[in-house]
């Protein structure tokens, strides 16, 4: 089971694995346009992780604290998931040879983080939690457009 503090470490921790992709990504790439664009969402990562804690924090700080999640628990929201929002060992990032295989790992990335957004925000019943979570889904789409229209450049 998870309660309410996992499932916002989850989701910094998918934040956290996003920001070291990208870093990682941005010393492998060769062109400056490319590399900007993995810094930049890089950056992206690193604001989005300081909201998930903020959130924690403020959820955590409550008059009573938030009941576990009886009917979702680790090894179904993993299998929901996909392939490497919560370990980049599964990415196998080492192995991406050239720009386009870094956008196309970048672009999976993002798809398994909103995936992930989008499966566990009708669990979350704050209202400024829920409304944090839809903005930084809608960021994480716009991150995935942008990484498909540079795929569609090379």
Known sequence: MFT?????????????NGERFYRYAMNRAKGDSLKNL??????????????FKELKERIVRGTKPAPPFASLT?????????????SLDE????????????LQAAVLFEEDTILF????????????????LEKIRVEES???????????EI
């Open 4 to 16: 309410f503090s996992e499932l916002f470490d989850l989701a910094i921790q998918v934040e956290v």
């Open 38 to 51: 993995l810094g930049w969402l890089a950056d992206q990562e690193l604001l989005h992780e300081s909201a």
């Open 74 to 86: 680790q090894q179904a929201l993993r299998r929901a998931m996909g392939r490497h929002a919560f």
């Open 91 to 102: 990415l196998q990032i080492d192995s991406i040879r050239d720009e386009k295989e870094i």
């Open 117 to 132: 957004f989008e499966f566990i925000a009708p669990f979350v019943s704050d209202p400024g939690a829920s409304s944090t």
């Open 142 to 152: 716009n991150h995935k457009q942008l990484l498909m229209e540079k795929i569609s």
